[in-house]
């Protein structure tokens, strides 16, 4: 480009047309006073001896114009670096490209209107190639590098050696500790409050509730500015407009008026009934609380539109913000859309770092501030640099800044910078109007602009900025990659919505017997239906004093039991930094979960259901071969018997028909015994689940 443009990048003033080529400049009709120019053997000495290289800069001056060159241009290759990152960053880059299409292909020449269309394509592909691609392959690395600082500083840099499967069963569990079981709000007694109550938590109620909140939205965008109507007042003084409006603006906005009671009467009605139904459980609720709020302030600004609206004690503006409060019932909507919700939740998990990330910006912008107020607070105002845009203040220079953070035309503040003619380089004119000594005057600086220019949008535009990107795209990506594995936030929430009909007082534990009935009820992917014994002795649950079971363990079985690859891997086929990393990620969990539920850490374990069903299994074979032995003790009695009956056949004593019967019924008795005990035995091991006292049966 400077091999190119070198000498190219200056035209003359505007309304001094030139000749852009010889045969214009032949056939060229010049002014009365270079009347002596039509002599072509002039033109030699007038534009040099090499007629190749045309002075038009020296023509320009003859005809009482001034050559100037660009702000921006390509004379050396610094310059030509400043105009291309001008470029890159879309600020400016228009007239960039117009000047290399518009100038002239001959040295020095005078550019005019597109006579080198041919750069078109370069400025094209510079475009495509270095701000589509470079730049944004740039910020590609940054929020890279900063995801992977992010995550060794949190220490969840630990993932790096884990596997997809496992990465997301450690993200998951972390989520475990988020919720807790909530108290039932139990339905009242009185027929009047259970009436409301069953009104406030009906599905269809609030399905009402959210289409006239849709209905209030429209009608919120239906206002409008009027046009201003002009006419003329005719003899008895009436205006007549020049043209009838389309639309009666005070028919309009007193039917907007009217719908804006009704839909607040509709809210105030809605949260009267949720009040009484649900009692003070009403506030328990952010999104109720949220919903009162507007309602007060809704009701607060009918009340000062009526009764102040025409006041001179009340401020017009104080008005429009409180109609402005209107626009929050359309932030309910969040709370029935579940896309808007996932959305709201990565931005509300990102504050934490987008606050870190502002502090490193206002240090950026302190710091260049007080730079930017010792160089540049005396430049004079010109083009982009006026009473309001300047570095004459703190505050200004903060201002200017923050706008130069988006890199919102920053080649305009540039450009009267770095301007170092026409000005007084010994003084410059104070706020009073008086000349005041300064070593600089009130001229720009060239070098001194650039670099400062360069380094802060290097630092702000093109990293800080960026990480807020960074930081937005992790938080949305994990709550996206949480759909993808098959559990949700949603999934939780349903969780503890069946757990409260369990556990009504919030307790966190509930009965082992309910809990083959709570798996059952659960929907997918954490249900598990009957019958489900053998899965919850698969879940070796604990099991604490009372035969009860804490939410936190049923629900930790539940998601390993959907995520198969649950990173429980062999122990022997992992490399030591995959080993280490597998058990720090389990303390971090462990210590999270003890935060999160301290009263499970001073319960006592008693057993677990693997136990429980080991404990019964080898009772029953304790049972069973308790009743071989005595089945065995049985068989050797009623052999002893028989051969007791054959010792007292070969007696005189008795006849045989009364020892044969004796015989029968001593038989008969023992295989009786030996056959109820038998049906016994099988009855009981054919039996599977719980039973009421919380035994396991296989």
């Not at 109620?205 to 006239?212: D, G, K, Q, R, S």
Request: aromatic share 12%; hydrophobic share 45%.
């Amino acid at each position: 480009m400077v091999k190119v443009f070198k000498g190219n990048t200056s035209d003359c003033s505007a309304g001094v047309p030139l000749p852009s080529n010889l045969s214009e400049l032949v056939n060229y009709k010049f002014p009365p006073t270079l009347v002596d120019c039509e002599n072509k053997n002039l033109l030699s000495p007038l534009l040099g001896n090499d007629t190749a290289l045309w002075h038009w800069a020296r023509l320009c001056m003859l005809m009482g114009g001034e050559w100037n060159r660009f702000p921006i241009h390509f004379d050396n290759f610094l310059a030509g670096y400043l105009a291309l990152y001008q470029t890159a960053t879309f600020e400016g880059w228009m007239e960039v490209m117009q000047w290399g299409v518009d100038h002239n292909p001959d040295p020095g020449g005078q550019p005019d209107r597109e006579l080198s269309l041919y750069w078109y394509i370069y400025f094209m592909g510079f475009i495509i190639f270095g701000a589509f691609f470079t730049l944004n392959l740039f910020i590609g690395v940054i929020i890279d590098n900063f995801n992977v600082l992010k995550k060794k500083y949190d220490g969840s840099y630990l993932a790096m050696f884990l596997t997809d499967g496992q990465r997301h069963y450690y993200n998951t569990l972390k989520k475990l500790g988020n919720k807790k079981p909530q108290k039932t709000i139990r339905r009242p007694k009185t027929k009047f409050q259970a009436f409301f109550f069953d009104v406030a938590t009906n599905t269809k109620f609030e399905l009402a509730i959210t289409f006239v909140i849709f209905l209030n939205m429209i009608a919120m965008m239906i206002d409008y500015e009027p046009a201003t109507i002009y006419g003329t007042m005719n003899v008895t003084g009436e205006f007549m407009p020049d043209r009838e409006p389309p639309i009666d603006y005070a028919v309009l906005s007193a039917t907007l008026d009217s719908l804006n009671i009704a839909f607040t009467v509709i809210f105030v009605v809605e949260a009267a009934i949720k009040i009484i139904g649900l009692r003070l459980h009403y506030f328990r609720r952010a999104w109720n609380v949220f919903d009162f709020v507007i309602v007060l302030l809704s009701v607060l600004g009918i009340i000062i539109d009526t009764m102040f609206g025409g006041s001179a004690f009340i401020s017009p503006t104080l008005l429009r913000v409180v109609r402005v409060f209107r626009i929050g019932r359309v932030i309910r909507l969040v709370k029935a859309a579940k896309g808007l919700r996932k959305l709201l939740f990565a931005l509300i998990i990102s504050v934490p770092a987008l606050f870190n990330i502002a502090t490193l910006l206002f240090l950026f912008m302190f710091i260049f501030a007080v730079v930017g107020m010792t160089f540049f607070m005396h430049v004079r105002h010109k083009d982009a640099l006026d009473e309001t845009v300047n570095f004459e203040t703190f505050g200004r220079s903060m201002i200017l800044l923050f706008r130069l953070s988006t890199s919102g035309g920053w080649n305009d503040v540039l450009y009267p910078l770095m301007d170092e003619t026409d000005c007084n380089t010994t003084h410059y004119i104070d706020s009073l109007g008086v000349p005041q000594p300064n070593p600089g005057g009130d001229c720009g600086d060239v070098s001194i602009a650039v670099a400062f220019f360069l380094f802060y949008l290097f630092a702000t535009f093109m990293i800080i900025i960026n990480m807020y990107i960074a930081v937005i795209l992790e938080n949305f990506n994990q709550a996206h990659e949480q759909e993808e594995i098959g559990i949700t936030e949603d999934d939780f929430d349903a969780f503890y919505v069946i757990w409260e009909k369990y556990d009504p007082h919030a307790t966190q534990y509930i009965k082992l017997e309910y809990i083959p009935d709570f798996l059952s009820e659960l929907d997918s992917p954490l249900g598990v239906q009957k019958p489900n014994g053998m899965a919850i002795v698969a879940f070796n649950l604990p099991i604490v004093e009372g035969d009860r079971i804490h939410c936190l363990d049923v629900l930790m079985a539940l998601v390993k039991r959907v995520l198969v690859h649950s990173g429980d891997e062999d122990q022997t086929k992992m490399s030591e930094e995959h080993r280490d990393a597998n058990e720090k990620l389990k303390q971090q969990i462990a210590d999270k979960y003890k935060s999160a539920f301290p009263q499970r850490q001073n319960v006592k374990v008693v057993s677990t259901t693997m136990q429980r069903k080991k404990e019964d299994v080898a009772a029953k074979t304790l049972q069973r071969a308790w009743r071989k032995h005595k089945m065995k003790q049985n068989i050797l009695r009623i052999k002893e018997l028989a051969l007791e009956t054959q010792t007292e056949s070969r007696r005189p004593s008795g006849t045989f028909a009364n020892i044969k019967e004796s015989i029968k019924e001593r038989l008969g008795s023992a295989l009786s015994r030996f056959s109820l005990r038998r049906a016994s035995t099988r009855s009981v091991d054919s039996r599977d689940g719980l039973s009421p006292k919380g035994k396991l049966h296989a």
